[in-house]
């Protein structure tokens, strides 16, 4: 059997010289493909002498580091299940993941000791280890004397390379299980549609624990051979001050209408980048044209979910059209189907459905909400609406209230359970509302608890407590009632409308 092991793929681009620079960070670290490739080995020998095997998963609640990609690549390398969790998660959050995945191996931040340690002692994960961002940890001590040197694993097509949870609008998250055949499809198809080189130079401001920064920026480089520039975070100051140096940068609309907040920002700050991707979230037509009339530069727009990796993209070469999220990429089939799930005529919208091979195959333990996410000829029904005008796929909508702030997905009902439960809150409604710097900001619509006084402040403290503070509301909206159909289901679309120039948004 052919080995299909992810790494494996991205081995087979890396430079012929692996003394070559792979990455280096923005405080002027530099590490070769040598140091990838060894530290890796090393990770994964140590992660299998601690009787780990394939298919077993790997939980990692870690800042990002270079030691964040080792690790990542060490599980790849051994056929185990990366399943990285947000870092702002809290352990009410982090706790659902750990029960429903199941974890061989908990690695996290020593910061979060505190709170995992009793949660992980709770649900009998004995293997566990700290990483943190500066480049120490226990599973770095433990691994120190471990031989550099191990063969990666032979992996079938469809055996799990990673673990990923995105929830629906009801309901608790679901587990999206992505292949290495899913990965490797996707990364060597970005590569080629977006011309990455062995000479590219990548701006890599972007989190580690989200499809966007380690499937598809992290994968376009390795599948190349390229290089990273690496940063923590993304901040305005220091992206200026290395943008002169990098080729490519890809971001979420967030990051390019802070830049373009900057008087920095200019042609000459982009004098050697080449392509300026955007995704995770809609690019603004005015931050578009903002930005091409500042640097010469026409942001390329792209589609994609956790569940299909990239689906569309805008071209290298031709026209890209703001406000459009471009062409099917190479391998992908995208098509618009009406409410019947015939597929409709050009320029008419209806629901987006995909199949190809970057296309995930079924949900963690779900097989029935798997068989209703995909058709009976096997496309995923994405839950968003478009339409294709001249070969450009537009989306105008999703139809399941999806927040996207900042870059970062925001399921309304899981925050809505939240507050629910809260003293003073009768019931609520969470809706996302434009905003000029994240795309959307989280707005909680209450209708207050008659019993109980409210008090703002204490709703908001209680809900910091139990949601990442980027799922937490931003703003609180109380209401006499909530607007209902004939059926009794909360119209969010009125609740857009009546709030959107309500002050504050």
């Known amino acids: 059997m052919d080995n299909a092991n992810l ?48 298919g077993d998963r790997v939980t990692v609640q870690a800042e990002k580091s270079p030691n964040f990609i080792w690790l990542y690549l060490a599980c790849l390398r051994g056929g185990l299940v990366f399943h ?115 000479q590219d130079v990548l701006l890599h401001v972007l989190p580690l624990f989200h499809v966007h920064g380690l499937f598809i920026a992290l994968g376009c480089s390795l599948m ?15 992206t200026l001050r290395l943008l002169p140096a990098a080729t490519v940068m890809m971001g979420v609309p967030t990051y390019y209408t802070r830049l373009l907040a900057s008087a920095e920002l200019a042609y000459e700050t982009c004098r050697n980048v080449r392509l300026f991707i955007s995704g995770s979230a809609p690019l603004a037509s005015d931050t578009w044209h903002a930005f091409a009339t500042r640097t010469g530069h026409q942001i390329l727009e792209r589609y994609g979910m956790t569940e299909t990796s990239i689906i569309t993209t805008n071209p290298l070469q031709g026209a890209r059209k703001p406000a459009a999220v471009g062409v099917p990429l190479s391998g992908v089939e995208v098509r618009i189907v009406n409410d019947d799930g015939q597929e409709a005529a050009t320029g008419e919208t209806g629901h987006v459905q995909v199949r190809g091979p970057s296309v995930f195959k079924s949900y963690w333990r779900l097989p029935e909400k798997t068989r209703e996410d995909f058709t009976a000829d096997g496309f995923f029904r994405t839950g968003d ?78 809900a910091r407590a139990q949601l990442a503070a980027y799922k937490c509301p931003k703003r609180y909206v109380v209401c006499a009632a909530l607007p209902r159909n004939a059926m009794g289901k909360v119209q969010k679309n009125v609740l857009r409308a009546t709030y959107a120039t309500d002050g504050g948004a």
């Open 224 to 238: 190349s051979g390229s290089r990273l520039l690496f940063c923590p975070r993304f901040e305005v100051a220091e």
């Open 385 to 462: 609406d478009g339409r294709f005008d001249d070969g450009y796929l537009f989306l105008v909508g999703r139809a399941k209230d999806l927040i996207i702030t900042g870059g970062l997905n925001v399921y309304p009902s899981e925050v809505e359970n939240v507050l629910d439960d809260l003293p003073g809150v009768g019931e609520s409604a969470v809706i996302g509302l434009p905003h000029a710097d994240f795309g959307e900001q989280v707005v909680a619509v209450i209708v207050t608890d008659p019993e109980i006084p409210w008090d703002e402040h204490a709703v908001r403290s209680a």
């Open 84 to 198: 990285p969790l947000n870092p702002a998660y809290t352990s009410t959050e982090v706790r659902y993941f750990l029960e429903d995945a199941e974890p061989a191996l908990l690695v996290h931040d020593a910061a979060f000791a505190s709170s995992l340690t009793p949660l992980a002692d709770t649900l009998k994960i004995k293997l566990r280890y700290t990483l943190d961002a500066e480049g120490g940890g226990t599973l770095l001590d433990a691994a120190a004397h471990t031989d550099a040197d191990f063969d990666s694993v032979t992996s079938a097509p469809d055996a799990l390379a990673a673990l990923l949870y995105s929830s629906g609008t009801t309901g608790k998250p679901k587990g999206i299980v992505l292949s290495h055949a899913n990965l490797a499809c996707n990364a060597r198809a970005l590569a080629e549609a977006w011309g990455f080189s062995a």
């Open 7 to 54: 790494y494996h793929a991205f081995a087979r681009n890396f430079p012929a010289t692996r003394a070559s620079e792979f990455l280096c960070t923005n405080d002027g670290l530099s590490f070769s493909y040598t140091t990838l490739d060894q530290e890796s080995a090393r990770l994964a020998r140590f992660l299998m002498q601690l009787g780990l095997k394939p």
